[in-house]
């Protein structure tokens, strides 16, 4: 079993930053890649992005490329999502998410959720 909480969620303008925060937990964390999905009001979750544990494969969907960075911190077991440059339509709930690889993850295949943060980004 692996658990998930994330925290960092909030109201910000149009072109702030925000840092989401993913803490996991488990005794095989290891075993898995570790990733970000959102749902915007409305829509299906989507992958964001995604990073290993081990080897540091990362993986973004292209309309955050350049302005989101996954990272990680393996003593903390605690998994970053930095964004910056936000925008209206990047307004939803984040959900982390863990999986047996990136590309799993990148393909929706996710084995855990976390109960999600919600993002909202004023015009």
């Known amino acids: 079993q692996v658990q998930l909480v994330e925290s960092g969620g909030g109201l910000v303008q149009t072109g702030g930053s925000l840092r989401l925060s993913c803490a996991a937990s488990g005794r095989t964390l290891s075993n898995y890649a570790m990733g970000w999905f959102r749902q915007a009001p409305g829509k299906e979750r989507e992958f964001v992005a995604a990073i290993s544990w081990k080897v540091g494969v990362i993986s973004y969907v292209d309309f955050v490329k350049g302005r989101f960075t996954i990272s990680r911190d393996n003593a903390k077991t605690t998994v970053y999502l930095q964004m910056n440059s936000l925008k209206p339509e990047d307004t939803g709930v984040y959900y982390c998410?863990?999986?047996?690889?990136?590309?799993?993850?990148?393909?929706?295949?996710?084995?855990?959720w976390g109960q999600g943060t919600q993002v909202t980004v004023s015009s």
């Open positions: 998410a863990a999986g047996r690889n990136v590309g799993e993850l990148t393909r929706s295949r996710v084995e855990y």
